[in-house]
């Protein structure tokens, strides 16, 4: 997590709220407030924060991940999910992380939360209210495009060699057994290969959780998340295309609600940090109003209001496009 300090609360509470019994965020380089949020939400003896200056060339993301894997709490750990502040549990039907750890009886080692890329949802600005009550439109389940159907995983650490950014590696001496977001196995094929970060073509039925996934919340918001940069991308660019493969508004998607009465419940549990947030919205503030006096920012800003939202490809136009860059990849190793 990096200037991220205005939405951990929210996150924190929701995940707590949903069943998990201990957070730890990860941070780096702030410089909006967010280390004094985290410290103070971190006197509950269920959060901890670990903040840390990233060195070498890895991406922040994977130096967080060695931290984070090498925490005593993932140690002690029966179930863990690595993911982020945008991404927030979704259970359609109500219940808990127990309820999902107890799919199959309990017997498989990780289970695939995919997301749900959700859009703009008209929002220029930030508004009040958390976030999953912000943003109500989102991306088909059966959109025919792989970046929908990337997916975090729950999952048991003694299973695994080493955690990882969409799903953790893989012992080679002993492969996991898998389930997907509706219960059922995923493949063997699938279990063994660490490079399998997309259910996109996976046979599915009705699914149990998955991740709603608010990567650009408002348009104010999306300028402020540009000017910081991306943590596992650090050359790539939070532009037209990055929105135009996000901005989904397609189908409403209220299914979260029902689970944010629980959240705002552990909100109050937790320390109040009113004050601290409300220095993270100021400079989050200070930092949109610097986009919009920068010329590129501005053109970015205003052509980024004409894309309203992203029209799903059918399954042919899907398919095809994913077929054509698999064989130019083969051509090009070839």
């Known amino acids: 997590m990096r200037n991220d300090g205005a939405y951990a609360p929210e996150w924190i509470a929701h995940?707590?709220?949903?069943?998990?019994?201990?957070?730890?965020?990860?941070?780096?380089?702030n410089s909006d407030g967010t280390d004094a949020v985290l410290d103070r939400l971190a006197e509950d003896a269920r959060v901890t924060h670990v903040s840390f200056v990233p060195k070498g060339k890895k991406s922040v993301q994977w130096q967080a991940l060695k931290l984070a894997d090498d925490h005593p709490w993932t140690a002690q750990a029966e179930w863990a999910m690595?993911?982020?502040?945008?991404?927030?549990?979704?259970?359609?039907?109500?219940?808990?992380?127990?309820?999902?750890?107890?799919?199959?009886?309990?017997?498989?080692?990780?289970?695939?939360?995919?997301?749900?890329?959700?859009?703009?949802?008209?929002?220029g600005v930030r508004g009040q209210g958390l976030t999953p009550e912000r943003f109500s439109k989102a991306a088909p389940h059966?959109?025919?495009?792989?970046?929908?159907?990337?997916?975090?995983?729950?999952?048991?650490?003694?299973?695994?060699?080493?955690?990882?950014?969409?799903?953790?590696?893989?012992?080679?001496?002993?492969?996991?057994?898998?389930?997907?977001?509706?219960?059922?196995?995923?493949?063997?094929?699938?279990?063994?290969?660490?490079?399998?970060?997309?259910?996109?073509?996976?046979?599915?039925g009705a699914k149990r959780a998955w991740l709603n996934h608010y990567s650009l919340r408002s348009l104010d918001e999306f300028m402020a998340k540009r000017a910081r940069g991306l943590p596992n991308h650090m050359e790539r660019e939070i532009d037209?295309?990055?929105?135009?493969?996000?901005?989904?508004?397609?189908?409403?998607?209220?299914?979260?609600?029902?689970?944010?009465?629980?959240?705002?419940?552990?909100?109050?549990?937790?320390?109040?940090?009113?004050?601290?947030?409300?220095?993270?919205?100021?400079?989050?503030?200070?930092?949109?109003?610097?986009?919009?006096?920068?010329?590129?920012?501005?053109?970015?800003?205003?052509?980024l209001n004409l894309l309203k939202g992203s029209t799903p490809p059918t399954e042919q136009e899907g398919r095809a496009f994913l077929r054509a860059q698999i064989e130019i990849l083969q051509r090009d190793m070839s």
């Open 15 to 29: 995940h707590l709220a949903a069943g998990f019994d201990r957070i730890l965020v990860l941070s780096h380089e």
């Open 82 to 123: 690595f993911f982020d502040c945008d991404e927030f549990l979704c259970l359609p039907n109500g219940g808990s992380v127990a309820d999902l750890t107890g799919l199959k009886g309990g017997e498989f080692d990780a289970l695939a939360l995919p997301w749900r890329l959700y859009g703009l949802s008209g929002q």
């Open 142 to 204: 059966d959109l025919h495009f792989p970046l929908g159907h990337l997916f975090k995983t729950l999952h048991r650490p003694s299973a695994f060699r080493a955690l990882g950014v969409h799903r953790p590696r893989a012992k080679k001496s002993k492969p996991a057994r898998w389930i997907g977001p509706d219960g059922e196995p995923l493949s063997d094929r699938f279990a063994q290969s660490d490079g399998a970060i997309s259910l996109y073509g996976a046979s599915q």
């Open 240 to 303: 037209l295309t990055y929105w135009a493969e996000r901005n989904w508004n397609t189908e409403d998607a209220p299914e979260i609600l029902g689970m944010l009465d629980d959240t705002r419940d552990a909100l109050k549990s937790l320390p109040d940090v009113s004050k601290e947030v409300a220095v993270c919205w100021a400079e989050q503030e200070r930092v949109i109003a610097a986009t919009q006096r920068d010329l590129d920012s501005l053109r970015l800003r205003f052509r």
